[in-house]
């Protein structure tokens, strides 16, 4: 049973273009929500999150927002750069004593043309 | 210098063998996981410890079994493997507080073929 979905496996755009990436979730009780960037043989880097009490923030080129009641999120980068080019991952959490257990979807792989 | 460090980075093995992987984090965190990312590259947590003690522990085979000598290590030893081990497998940290308190750092992975 899988708590969080990325639909869309990849995704295109131009340089300068708006990307949107999106999820979706079926447990109401996750109580933050976070994007991964992941490059080819590396590890997945931590990007923006947001929690449940927000329905939106901003850091630079990257606006998450959180819509409750439609238990979506989506990640807007723009403009998109080159760089960007990596697989995004979706994660939610529900937190558990010291720590806190992480929830991914199966990302979306994002291509950034020239 | 690396903040979440795992060795070996690759590891090809046969069928029926016992091996571990070893990681590290020098960001002084107190709580410490390991996920495997299988061949759908499906990220699923397997194992969570918090200053030394097991809180998440999923629905993982008994032939995995983590430990955890200090708060900064965290390995992973797997008995008897099998062909489905065949994945990569990230461990990560996280603070227990802070902002963006649910913040994990993951390191590069190890990829484990088994043949």
């Known amino acids: 049973d899988q708590q969080v979905k990325q639909n869309s496996p990849s995704l295109s755009v131009q340089e300068g273009r708006i990307s949107i990436l999106n999820c979706d979730y079926t447990?109401?009780?996750?109580?933050?929500f976070l994007w991964y960037k992941k490059y080819p043989a590396e590890g997945p880097t931590f990007l923006i999150s947001i929690s449940s009490i927000k329905d939106k923030n901003e850091d630079g080129r990257f606006t998450v927002f959180l819509n409750k009641s439609a238990k979506h999120l989506s990640l807007h980068i723009v403009p998109s750069q080159p760089g960007d080019s990596a697989v995004y991952f979706c994660a939610a959490t529900l937190l558990l004593g010291g720590g806190n257990k992480l929830t991914f979807g199966t990302g979306t792989q994002l291509k950034v043309e020239l | 210098d690396t903040a979440v460090s795992q060795t070996p980075k690759y590891l090809v093995t046969q069928m029926g063998n016992d091996k571990s992987i070893k990681c590290e984090q020098n960001?002084?965190?107190?709580?410490m996981y390991w996920y495997k990312q299988d061949s759908k590259k499906f990220l699923k947590i397997m194992f969570s410890y918090n200053n030394k003690e097991l809180i998440i522990n999923e629905t993982v085979p008994n032939r995995f079994s983590p430990k955890s000598p200090d708060k900064a290590h965290l390995n992973l030893h797997i008995n008897s493997l099998e062909l489905g081990d065949s994945a990569v497998y990230f461990c990560a940290s996280s603070p227990s507080g802070g902002q963006p308190r649910n913040t994990q750092y993951f390191g590069p992975g190890t990829r484990l073929t088994v043949l």
């Open positions: 960001l002084g965190h107190d709580t």
């Open positions: 447990n109401s009780m996750f109580d933050y």
